[in-house]
C-alpha cells in the first residue's frame, strides 16, 4: 500500500486542501467508474443518509438491531424465550446474499442467477443437493420476491443471521416454535420483528441517546460539502428517516465532533445543503406519478406545514428552469418532481445521487429518472486490498487452469483415438496406459486447483469468499454493482479526494477472447 496516501475518515483532508505534494490514493479509497461521468455536467450532487453519510457500526449498531428483533419475536409473535440467549456475529453473512424462504436455504449465485454456494441454516449444502433444489428444473427460477428475500443492504444482515438460526433451530426442535410455523411464515416473523423495532423507534432512540457508539465518524464529510458548494453545485439529502432522526445524525457527522449531542443542536449542518427531504418512503420517492403529499418542516419544532408547490413533471425543463430556488431548505414526503422544481433542474441527467441501496437508491434513480449514480460499497475497501496482495495466487490458478484444459484435451485426443482409429493391441495398451496416467495428473491439478480455490476465497470470507466474485464469475452483486452504479466506492467521502470537475471514464471492457491475444 502508498504510504503517503489520504485517508480522509481520520485527516479529513480533501482534493481541495493545501498541499507542497500531490497527495496520492490508496486503492481502496479510489472511485471506480462503469460509465463516463463528466462532473462539470452535474449541477446538483444528492446523498442518502443512513449507511451512506452515516456509516454505522456492525458490531454495536447491527447487535442492537438483532437483539431487538428477537425481543420482539419473543415477546409479540410467541417464540421460545431461549431465542433471548442467542448471539450475533456480525461478521457472517455479507451482501449480495438471497434467501429461499420456502426451503431455508441461504444462497450466493453468478452472474447469470446460478447457484454456487449454498447453506441449509449453517450447514453447507452438498452439490448434489444445490443440483436436486436449484439445478433440475425446466424452467429456470428467477430468484426473485416473493419466494427469495435478497440480501442487498447492511442493514439485512442480521436478520439474515437470525433466520439461519432459527431455520436451524426449528429443524433441531420443531415443537419449540408456533404451531404451523414453516421457513417462509418463519421469515415472516423475523420481517415483522424488524418492522416492529422500527416503528416503535427503539434503534433510533437508543442511536440519538449515544450517536457515537453506533455511528462512525468521518471528519472529511464537511469538507467534502463545502467544496461541492463551492465549485457552484447544489447539494441535497433525500432520507426515509424522519426529521427529528435525521436533525441528531447530521448534527452529529457534520458538527465540531463533541463527546456526544449533549450540547445544543444548531442545524448548523443545514447550510451544507440546498434542499433535505426526510420520510421520503424510498424507492417510491423516485416515481413521479407518486401522489404523496410535500410538507414544510419547521426545524425547531419539527411541525409539519403544507408546501405550496406546483406540479412539476420529470423531464419538462419549462417547470424548472428560472424558477428562485426556495428559501426553506427541509421538507417531509413528496416525489422526485417536487425535488427536480426545489433543484430547479433541467434535466436529470444533471444529478448525481450517492446511495448505499442497489435497489432502494440506485436501480430506482437510475432506470426511472436516468438521474447518474454512485454507490458506497464499505466492504470494497478490505476487498481490493486483499486482491492487491493476492495477485501471485491468481496467476497461479490462471496457470493450474490452464493446465487442467492441456491435460483434458490431450485425454479427449487419446479417448477419440481408442474408439476410432484401427490401432494394433500393443498400440492400444500404450494409449491406454497413458491415458491412465494423465487420469491421474488430471486428478492431481483437480485437487490442487479446488484447494488454491478454496483458500484464496477464504482469505476474503471464511464461508461466502469474495464479495464480487463467485468462483470464476462475477458475483450476481457485483453483476448489479456494473448495471446500474456509474460510480462506486468505499465510504462517501472518496469522492472528495477528487477534483469536483473531474471527468470519470471506465477502463477499457474485454471479451474472453481479449485475453489470450493482448496477454492479458
Known amino acids: 500500500m502508498d504510504s503517503g496516501a489520504v485517508e ?36 446538483a450532487v444528492g446523498f442518502d443518509m443512513d449507511y451512506t453519510l452515516a456509516q454505522y457500526k456492525p458490531e454495536t449498531f447491527e447487535a442492537l438491531a438483532y437483539h431487538g428483533t428477537i425481543e420482539k419475536l419473543v415477546k409479540d409473535l410467541n417464540y421460545p424465550e431461549e431465542l433471548l440467549t442467542w448471539q450475533f456475529d456480525w461478521k457472517y453473512m455479507v451482501r449480495g446474499l438471497v434467501l429461499d424462504k420456502k426451503r431455508g436455504n441461504i444462497l450466493k449465485m453468478d452472474r447469470h442467477k ?56 426449528m429443524d433441531s426442535n420443531p415443537a419449540k416454535v408456533p404451531s404451523g410455523t414453516d421457513y417462509a411464515l418463519m421469515y415472516r416473523d423475523v420481517r415483522s420483528a424488524v418492522d416492529l423495532c422500527h416503528r416503535d423507534g427503539t ?47 447530521m448534527n452529529y457527522l457534520c458538527g465540531p465532533h463533541m463527546s456526544d449531542v449533549s ?44 408546501a405550496d408547490l406546483q406540479e412539476s413533471k420529470i423531464g419538462s425543463p419549462s417547470s424548472s428552469q428560472h424558477q428562485p430556488k426556495p428559501i426553506h431548505k427541509v421538507y417531509q414526503g413528496g416525489n422526485v418532481g417536487h ?70 484435451d490431450t485425454i479427449h485426443r487419446l479417448e477419440w483415438s481408442l474408439q476410432f482409429e484401427d490401432l494394433t493391441e500393443n498400440e492400444k495398451g500404450k494409449l491406454l496406459s497413458e491415458h491412465d496416467n494423465l487420469l491421474q495428473k488430471l486428478k492431481g491439478i483437480r485437487c490442487l486447483l479446488r484447494d488454491a480455490q478454496m483458500q484464496h476465497h477464504q482469505k476474503f470470507h471464511k464461508v461466502w469468499g469474495q464479495l464480487m466474485k463467485t468462483g470464476y464469475q462475477n458475483s450476481r452483486f457485483a ?13 462517501v467521502t472518496d469522492f472528495g479526494l477528487y477534483s469536483p470537475n473531474k471527468y470519470y471514464r471506465p477502463s477499457e471492457d474485454y471479451m474472453p477472447h481479449e485475453f489470450d491475444v493482448l496477454g492479458l
Open 8 to 43: 480522509p475518515a481520520s485527516t479529513g483532508a480533501i482534493w481541495s486542501t493545501p498541499s507542497v505534494e500531490p497527495r496520492s490514493i490508496s486503492i481502496g479509497k479510489q472511485i471506480f467508474c462503469n460509465r463516463s461521468l463528466n462532473m462539470r455536467n452535474i449541477t
Open 114 to 169: 446460478y447457484v454456487k454456494v449454498a447453506y441449509h441454516g449453517f450447514r453447507e449444502m452438498s452439490k448434489e443437493e444445490k443440483v436436486a433444489a436449484y439445478g433440475s428444473t425446466l424452467i429456470r427460477d428467477s430468484f426473485d420476491e416473493p419466494d427469495y428475500a435478497l440480501i442487498d443492504t447492511l442493514f439485512s444482515l442480521g436478520e439474515a443471521y437470525l433466520f439461519a438460526q432459527l431455520v436451524d433451530f
Open 203 to 249: 434503534l433510533k432512540r437508543m442511536v440519538a441517546k449515544e450517536p457515537s457508539r453506533y455511528i462512525n465518524e468521518d471528519l472529511a464529510i464537511v469538507p467534502m460539502l463545502q467544496m461541492l458548494r463551492k465549485s457552484g453545485r447544489s447539494t441535497f439529502l433525500v432520507t426515509n428517516s424522519l426529521w427529528d432522526y435525521t436533525d441528531v445524525v
Open 263 to 306: 450540547s445544543s443542536h444548531n442545524q448548523k449542518w443545514l447550510e451544507y445543503f440546498d434542499v433535505v427531504i426526510t420520510g421520503s418512503s424510498k424507492p417510491s420517492f423516485f416515481h413521479d406519478d407518486n401522489r404523496t403529499g410535500l410538507f414544510e418542516v419547521e426545524p425547531d419544532s419539527g411541525k409539519l406545514l403544507n
Open 339 to 408: 425535488l427536480h422544481r426545489l433543484l430547479s433542474v433541467a434535466s436529470s441527467s444533471q444529478i448525481l445521487y450517492v446511495g448505499d441501496h442497489i435497489y432502494g437508491d440506485i436501480l430506482r434513480s437510475k432506470k426511472v429518472l436516468g438521474w447518474r449514480t454512485m454507490l458506497v460499497i464499505p466492504e470494497l475497501e478490505q476487498e481490493v486490498k486483499l486482491q492487491s496482495e493476492s495477485k501471485s495466487t491468481r496467476k497461479e490458478l490462471r496457470h493450474l487452469r490452464m493446465e487442467r484444459d492441456s491435460v483434458e
Open 479 to 491: 453483476h448489479q454493482v456494473e448495471r446500474f452504479a456509474c460510480l462506486y466506492c468505499s465510504q
